[in-house]
């Protein structure tokens, strides 16, 4: 489950319709803002793609200038993906 967070930013006299529709979207937390128009976010979601689409339809929302992730954690699906590739085995069909 890929976890990331993110700034936003939007302009200062925007931020309480802003911080109400972004809570709208399935997978935002706010966790702080400043008088600047900053907004710090925590991002969750399912799959890397769904990441993607959060992030993008954060950018699209009318009152956002910008959003980027500057952290992201995706141990739980890497250890996922791994765990589903196939071993090598030896001779006697144990795995290596």
């Known amino acids: 489950m890929p976890i990331g967070g993110a700034v ?3 302009r200062p006299a925007d ?3 802003a911080t109400t529709q972004l809570l709208a979207l399935a ?3 706010i966790h702080g803002a ?7 976010a925590v991002l969750e979601t399912q799959t890397c793609d769904e990441m993607e689409r959060l992030l993008t339809a954060i950018n699209e ?9 500057t952290y992201l954690n995706m141990e ?4 996922d993906t791994v765990n589903t590739r196939t071993r090598p085995t030896g001779e006697d069909g144990a795995g290596v």
């Open 8 to 10: 936003i930013a939007i």
């Open 15 to 17: 931020m309480e319709t």
């Open 27 to 29: 997978g935002v937390e």
């Open 34 to 40: 400043d008088q600047r128009g900053n907004i710090v």
């Open 61 to 69: 929302c009318p009152l956002v200038l910008h959003a980027g992730l």
């Open 76 to 79: 739980d699906q890497l250890a």
